[in-house]
């Protein structure tokens, strides 16, 4: 079975800064779908990026990239000028590809802090 | 568009009294139905998924259920109520691999 590890319960950046959010996973398959979802006080779901597994290219929106290590089974998402805005818990989160169901298999999250 | 209606926002039940949570989907046909628990500071647990009308699979054994009765229509239920039930529920679709959420309720069991 698939697994998503998200080891940093919590992180804190300065405004402007850059942080690093670590996701780790586990998987047989070849082709899948990563995925970081922003969830701030209101709780709804927000799709921060998605990286397809066989791409080589590692996927960007804006001031948000990831760092995907397919060897390494290591999915990092970066937040550059960081802004208070930014602040909310951030799930990684892993697909298969194709297939009947496509569940969305989350890690535990990460609690992320921006200081003024 | 596609949109993700979901409700009621937020539900206060008491102890073994049923439960029906609603989340109906437009702009789009056949889709992936999910429906997630998140507990109070934890990750989202699938509890349901449907691939179709009257097709529903469980993620984990517990005290609800789920139906479709409609292509778009996905309802979360209980008969009675436990304290363990309570969390924030999330409805989710998915046409390919772009997942979109419900807005959730949060259901409080006392």
């Known amino acids: 079975a698939q697994t998503v590890t998200q080891s940093q319960p919590e992180m804190s950046v300065q405004e402007a800064e850059t942080v690093t959010l670590s996701c780790t996973y586990d998987t047989s398959e070849s082709d899948y779908y990563l995925f970081w979802y922003k969830q701030p006080p209101s709780r709804q779901m927000i799709l921060v990026i998605r990286?397809?597994?066989?791409?080589?290219q590692n996927a960007t929106e804006n001031r948000f990239s990831v760092n995907f290590q397919k060897a390494a089974k290591s999915f990092s998402l970066k937040i550059s000028d960081s802004q208070l805005g930014d602040a909310a818990m951030y799930f990684c989160?892993?697909?298969?590809?194709?297939?009947?169901?496509?569940?969305?298999?989350f890690g535990t999250g990460t609690l992320l802090a921006v200081q003024p | 568009s596609q949109t993700i209606h979901q409700w009621p926002a937020t539900l206060v039940q008491p102890v073994g009294s049923p439960l029906s949570l609603e989340c109906t989907v437009e702009g789009t046909s056949n889709p992936n139905l999910y429906w997630y628990r998140q507990a109070a500071g934890r990750g989202l647990q699938l509890l349901f998924y449907s691939v179709g009308i009257g097709q529903i699979s469980s993620e984990v054994p517990q005290n609800l259920s789920a139906s479709r009765p409609q292509d778009r229509q996905f309802i979360l239920s209980s008969k009675k109520l436990l304290l363990s039930d309570s969390g924030f529920y999330l409805c989710?679709?998915?046409?390919?691999?772009?997942?979109?959420f419900g807005s959730g309720t949060r259901l409080t069991v006392v």
């Open positions: 989710a679709w998915s046409v390919q691999t772009g997942y979109t």
């Open positions: 989160a892993y697909s298969n590809y194709g297939g009947a169901t496509n569940k969305l298999i």
């Open positions: 990286q397809e597994a066989y791409k080589q």
